[in-house]
């Protein structure tokens, strides 16, 4: 697999990160209105530099685990957004993904989300795909449910974020099942 790697969406463009991107993504991570919805608290600049350098350094890895890109529109390089798919038993890969709160409502997480999922299936050989999506979070759950994602069940007690413990949802969508 080629480094670095492009994934296009109808409105979104996936790419990898750069260090040029810290403010962006400081904008998304360290806000309060998105990291409710995420597995870990807000961060500040220093943890947005040590993010991107983690995510530089892993992409370099042979093989690659992870795939977290910056998320972009088509037509403007700045980051909105990232979406990822930690590698994670055989042929299966775990989907996050975040959009900055100026962003919501366009339809670029499902974009991000369609066209990462995508990719694994297509160029990665993944056969299943797992989410874990907070029982509040309409929004994202609303995005894998378009998407024909089936849920699977609760995870009690998942994540510990914003000073308690969360369960999530877990959804999953399976190779033979995705609208290519």
Known sequence: MPYPIRVTG?????????????????????????TTWLSFDS???????????????????????????????RDDDRVIGFAR????????????????????????????????????????????ITTAIGPDNIASTAVVQQLGFTREGALRDH???NGQWRDSVLFSVLAHEWSW
Do not use: N
Request: proline share 1%; charged share 30%; glycine share 10%.
């Open 10 to 34: 109808s409105t979104v463009v996936l790419r990898e990160f750069c260090m040029q991107d810290v403010d962006d993504v400081l904008a998304i991570i360290g806000d309060d209105k998105v």
């Open 43 to 73: 961060r500040d600049r220093d943890q947005a530099v040590a993010m991107i350098e983690g995510t530089l350094e892993r992409a370099r890895q042979e093989p690659r685990t992870e795939f977290y890109f910056g998320v972009t529109k």
């Open 85 to 128: 798919i930690g590698l994670s038993g055989v042929q299966a890969g775990k989907l996050g993904y975040a959009i900055a709160a100026k962003e919501w409502g366009r339809g670029y997480a499902t974009d991000a989300a369609r066209a990462l999922v995508t990719y694994a299936f297509k160029d990665l050989g993944l056969h299943r």
């Open 159 to 161: 994540v510990f974020t």
